[in-house]
Each structure stands twice: as structure tokens, then as C-alpha cells.
Nanobody, 118 residues
């Protein structure tokens, strides 16, 4: 099992920045992908960014150039640095992890709220 705990959400004005953290613990040796998803009120959960074990990354078009996903191996923590925030970035942000060979995310955190005021 893998446990994921998000933190770092909050209220920020348009143009501001936040850094989300996803602290990971448990059986991490088989984790291949770690991702950040978000869900806005009344909308489906969407992929924001992901990072594979080989350090390759992907981003949603809406956040390219503004968000950066990174990992601190020593702390077993994955970060999402969010800059130039806009109201459309508002939502609950979830950390998710996928085991090698799995076709879907096996583990999810509880989420952290991000609210961007206009």
C-alpha cells in the first residue's frame, strides 16, 4: 500500500503562487507515475500534471508554462509549483500514484483546496 497526503492549498489572489506538496509513504518501490489532478465545482476531475519514474513529465495545456511538477527523493515528496494563478485554477487538488504495470491510478490522497480570487 501507498499513502499520499497533500498539503499547501489555500486562498490566493489572481497572479499569485502556491506550492502543493504530496508526501508519499509505504511501498513506493513499485510506483511508476505520480500525478496531480484537480476537480472544480460541478466539473469532472482532470489531469493537471504527471511525473514518471524516468523524470519525464506531462502537463495539461491550461497550465503549461505556469505549473511545475517536481520530486524530492530524500523527502519522498512530490510538489506542484503553481504560478500566475487564475480563478479557473480553483478546485480540489489531488495527488495520485500508479504502480508499474497498472493501467490506472492505484492510490489517491484526500485532496487540498485551492481557491483563486479575482
Amino acid at each position: 500500500q501507498v499513502q499520499l497526503v497533500e498539503s499547501g492549498g489555500g486562498l490566493v489572489q489572481t497572479g499569485g503562487s502556491l506550492r502543493l506538496s504530496c508526501a508519499m509513504s509505504g511501498r513506493l518501490f513499485n510506483v511508476y507515475v505520480v500525478a496531480w489532478y484537480r476537480q472544480a465545482p460541478g466539473k469532472q476531475r482532470e489531469l493537471v500534471a504527471l511525473r514518471r519514474r524516468d523524470e519525464s513529465t506531462n502537463y495539461a495545456d491550461s497550465v503549461k508554462g505556469r505549473f511545475t511538477i517536481s520530486r524530492d527523493a530524500a523527502k519522498e515528496t512530490v510538489y506542484l509549483q503553481m504560478n500566475s494563478l487564475i480563478p479557473e485554477d480553483t478546485g480540489v487538488y489531488y495527488c495520485a500514484a500508479m504502480d508499474s504495470g497498472s493501467g490506472s491510478y492505484n492510490y489517491w490522497g484526500q485532496g487540498t483546496q485551492v481557491t483563486v480570487s479575482s
